[in-house]
């Protein structure tokens, strides 16, 4: 594996940058041998494995010295890419977007600094992950419950600030992030919102604080290193109840959104649900080869004995319901109403159906980490996955628009569809996981290419994903061109006041420093 330096640097220049690093936290916390970098390469890569590779990891342990991190990276010229935990998986992991960037890796700022039980809500560091601040709320007994994503192994700051989500009712992780703490490039240190008043006792209870506000500012951006934030947490409710509703024909997918939409509008459903595809959850249960031994994609055929023997639909709905007894069946009649109209739709709480996918789901929905979900990279041999993920309207028209265009692609790339619709209030992110063999040159190229394509023709249908790999951010940048690229030129202007010397995570989300635009890295 080669080790890239960062553009315009010498081995030299690296070496003397490095040292200055050393001086500041100590030899031992700054990485440069192969066998410690390893880690921080993605671990689903699509281009060649060492592409999005660092040059260095330094580990900081205090803001103080984060200061001193960028204060040596802003008069070096230095590019710096600053990782929670580094688990972004089919998001490059913890690999920078520029080679040869310094990873900033803040898993050693674990410190879980608050928890409020009356207000609900902590305040936490970069390296908290949600299994830690999970165990720490059973160990204290906390009558709070925190929304976990898929996979619980990373960082809460991290996926806030990628604006991830979970499933319960606070599943929109940005929604429930108040107050922020970020270290600019200049090295100074802003609290945001209520924080900024000194012995403030709102920071975590009212967002807005005085003045502009500038938190979503430093999500899926690179206009600073975030130190601590702010999240809320649920309280535990007095009942809950799992469920999922199965779907017998591709076509149910718009019917059935349509019928969602009202109760995700009204808040019957007041939690975020998922919709997902029949082959995402097969892989749950068994690889691709156990169905279908043979190449290309798995016919329809073979599709409907799986439907058949696992039991479930070509779409599996799965929902909880939330609160004391009497509210939950009230709440069930409703959604029962409202979703059966699609015929042959099944109806079944967990604990009453085999489905491993509902148990794991009953689970991620109740806020308990697992790991669960990573089951389905076991669908190819050395398995990875990069994700195409459009926003739909939630209308039935729109999902089945999107569903056939991912559908159609994927065939045609000889590549099975395994999609999931995370259904928001108005709006759905797609997901459509591109699983591909990550030691077969020939699927990586071909899997980048079809994400490619489909962000293309995504993009004249009107539709725009939410979050993408490193490898495609120009591209789905470039889709976001009102008015001949106007956003991109404010996230520039805002780029170039805040960090002239371009250090900060060069080329995340698109945004590039002055010194690098157009450059085709
Ligand atoms: P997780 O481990 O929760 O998946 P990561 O640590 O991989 O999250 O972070 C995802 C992305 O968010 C990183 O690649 C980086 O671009 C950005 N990021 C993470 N933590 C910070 C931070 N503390 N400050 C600024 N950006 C961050």
């Known amino acids: 594996m080669t080790r890239p330096l960062p553009p315009h640097f010498s081995e030299s220049d690296l070496t003397s940058a490095l040292n200055s690093l050393r001086d500041t936290l100590g030899a031992a916390r700054v990485f440069t041998e192969e066998s410690e970098l390893a880690q921080y390469r993605d671990p689903f890569p699509v281009l060649e494995a060492d592409h999005f590779s660092p040059s260095a990891v330094v580990l900081p342990h205090t803001v103080e010295e984060i200061q001193e991190v960028v204060r040596i990276a802003t008069s070096s010229g230095l590019p710096l890419s600053p990782i929670s935990t580094g688990k972004n998986l089919g998001f490059g ?15 050693r700022m674990n410190r879980i600094l608050e928890v409020s039980e009356k207000f609900g809500y902590a305040l936490v560091e970069p390296g908290v992950t949600y299994f830690d601040l999970h165990q720490h709320l059973q160990q204290h007994g906390s009558r709070l419950m925190l929304d976990v994503p898929d996979l619980a192994w990373g960082s809460i700051v991290g996926n806030t600030l990628e604006r991830g989500v979970g499933y319960t009712p606070y599943g929109d992780h940005l929604s429930i992030q108040c107050g922020m703490e970020v270290v600019l490039a200049d090295g100074d240190v802003v609290r945001t919102g209520m924080g900024a008043l000194p012995g403030s006792n709102t920071w975590q209870l009212f967002k807005y604080g005085y003045g502009p506000q500038f938190d979503p500012m430093f999500t899926q951006s690179n206009f600073g290193i975030v130190t601590k934030i702010g999240i809320w947490l649920m309280p535990r409710p007095a009942g809950y109840q799992a ?21 995700r509008l009204d808040g019957t459903i007041s939690h975020v649900p998922t919709l997902r595809s029949l082959l995402l959850d097969a892989a749950a249960v068994a690889p691709r080869s156990a169905f279908h ?3 290309g994609p798995i016919p329809d055929s073979v599709a409907r004995r799986i439907s ?4 479930i639909g070509r779409w599996n709905f799965y929902g909880a319901l939330y609160g004391p007894d009497a509210v939950r ?3 069930w009649s409703v959604i029962r109403d409202a979703l059966s109209g699609i015929p042959g739709a099944g109806f079944h709480f967990a604990g009453e159906h085999p489905s491993p996918v509902l148990a794991t789901r009953a689970k991620i929905m109740a806020g308990l980490p697992n790991l669960e979900t990573y089951d389905i990279l076991q669908w190819h041999d050395n398995g990875g996955h990069i994700d195409f993920a459009p926003v739909s309207p939630a209308t039935g028209e729109d ?7 991912a559908r159609d692609r994927c065939l045609e790339a000889g590549k099975d569809y395994m999609g999931n619709f995370i259904v928001g209030r108005r709006e759905m992110h797609h997901i459509c996981m591109l699983m591909f063999d990550t030691a077969s040159p020939e699927d990586r190229a071909t899997t980048l290419e079809l994400c490619r394509t489909l962000i293309k023709e995504a993009a004249d249908l009107g539709y725009g994903e939410y979050r993408v790999h490193p490898a495609l951010m120009d591209d789905i940048a470039a889709t976001f061109s009102y008015h001949d690229g106007s956003l991109m030129r404010l996230s520039e202007k805002i780029k170039d006041a805040l960090d002239p010397a371009g250090v900060l995570a060069p080329g995340k989300q698109g945004i590039w420093p002055r010194h690098l635009r157009g450059s085709g890295l």
Not at 93 to 107: E, S
């Open 243 to 263: 469920y999922m509703i199965t779907l017998p024909r591709e076509e149910d997918l718009g019917p059935f959104v349509d019928a969602l939409r009202p109760l």
């Open 293 to 295: 031994p043979g190449p």
């Open 308 to 311: 058949e023997d696992l039991g």
């Open 329 to 331: 069946a009230a709440t």
């Open 93 to 107: 992991g913890a690999a920078p977007r520029l080679p040869g960037a310094v990873i900033v890796d803040l898993r």
């Open 399 to 405: 999902a089945m628009r999107q569903y056939e265009l």
